[in-house]
Antibody, heavy 119, light 108 residues
Framework: EEKLEESGGGFVRPGESLRLSCVAS????????MVWVRQPPGQGLEWLFY????????YSADSVKGRFTISRDNALNSVFLQMNSLRVEDTALYYC????????????WGRGAQVTVFS | SYVVTQPPSVSVAPGKTATITCGGN??????VHWYQQKPGQAPLLVIY???VRPSGIPERFSGHISGNTATLTISSVEAGDEAGYYC???????????FGPGTQLTVL
């Protein structure tokens, strides 16, 4: 069974950092582009990052530029989201998803990791 | 930056047809996909590339594109279709993916 599983979420204070991990199983991560998407409580989906198969190409949303970074380690079948200088408004459920390309969409999602930033 | 619009809510009686729209300038060039999200669950891809249904998605789900509007149609609506529905596009100018604000489908 193909699966994505996020981990690393938690409760932090403003200004602190967290690193989320997304581990793939049932398929070879290195063959796929990946994205991170978040969803604040009771709100809609917000795309954050795209990373290419080998990590050479990254696209990011303006809302997290300069504070968050995406990376991947294909040997570990993992994608990461490093979140620095966290703000209260970063409180959300963070999903990783498999990006099948412009014509095929995000076809596999994890269950999400909860990040809560409280002052 | 590119703007995507969706109605906040749509209500429909069981067995009827629900229509959810996704609007944007030249949206026919934006590679539109549709996701269903039920409470407490991750999003699920229900239509990709405007009108293609993934394996396992019922034929009741269909997509259409015309002018500046993409449409998700759910025929013979069931109680289990009650969910949030999001369109997603690729904004080549901003080099970013965008989700619409989402539409809550209520089955009466």
């Amino acid at each position: 069974e193909e699966k994505l599983e996020e981990s690393g979420g938690g409760f932090v204070r403003p200004g602190e950092s967290l690193r989320l991990s997304c581990v793939a199983s049932g398929f070879t991560l290195s063959s796929y582009e990946m994205v991170w998407v978040r969803q604040p409580p009771g709100q809609g989906l917000e795309w954050l990052f795209y990373i290419s198969q080998n990590g050479d190409t990254v696209y990011s949303a303006d809302s997290v530029k300069g504070r968050f970074t995406i990376s991947r380690d294909n040997a570990l079948n993992s994608v990461f989201l490093q979140m620095n200088s966290l703000r209260v408004e970063d409180t959300a459920l963070y999903y990783c998803a498999r990006d099948r390309g412009l014509r095929l969409g995000f076809d596999l999602w994890g269950r999400g990791a909860q990040v809560t930033v409280f002052s | 930056s590119y703007v995507v619009t969706q109605p906040p809510s749509v209500s429909v009686a069981p067995g009827k047809t629900a229509t959810i729209t996704c609007g944007g300038n030249n949206i026919g060039t934006k590679y539109v996909h549709w996701y269903q999200q039920k409470p407490g669950q991750a999003p699920l891809l229900v239509i990709y590339y405007y009108r293609v249904r993934p394996s396992g998605i019922p034929e009741r789900f269909s997509g259409h594109i015309s002018g500046n509007t993409a449409t998700l149609t759910i025929s013979s609506v069931e109680a289990g279709d009650e969910a949030g529905y999001y369109c997603q596009v690729w904004d080549s100018s901003g080099v970013q993916y965008l989700f619409g604000p989402g539409t809550q489908l209520t089955v009466l």
